[in-house]
Nanobody, 124 residues
């Protein structure tokens, strides 16, 4: 099973940017569909974005379209989430996920592997 570690979270003002990184080990991520989820206090974990195994296809939750960009570098075994024009409602713990299946799951439960998360706080 692949191990995932997120980094890059922090405190940023509204309108600012952050770049999250998900570093994988144990397995090559080229065999995995990858995704980002987030969870705010008192809320369920929600889908943010996902990317196909070769990076050719990307998928976004409507509220982040045009502001967030998911990407991957299979040679570096790493996935990224570039977050621009951040809003206070983007405040949450952000988690990367991996699954060996081709299907993009927009719910958290089917994903096979998870990182521990990185906290993003956007101040108004």
């Amino acid at each position: 099973q692949v191990q995932l570690v997120e980094s890059g979270g922090g405190l940023v003002q509204a309108g600012g940017s952050l770049r999250l990184t998900c570093a994988a080990s144990g397995r090559t991520i080229s065999s995995y569909t990858m995704g980002w989820f987030r969870q705010a206090p008192g809320k369920e974990r929600e889908f943010v974005a996902a990317i196909s195994k070769n990076g050719a296809n990307t998928y976004y939750e409507d509220s982040v379209k045009g502001r967030f960009t998911i990407s991957r570098d299979n040679a570096k075994n790493t996935m990224y989430l570039q977050m621009n024009s951040l809003k206070p409602e983007d405040t949450a713990w952000y988690y990367c996920a991996a699954d060996p299946r081709v299907v993009i799951f927009r719910t958290a439960k089917p994903w096979g592997s998870w990182g521990q998360g990185t906290q993003v706080t956007v101040s108004s």
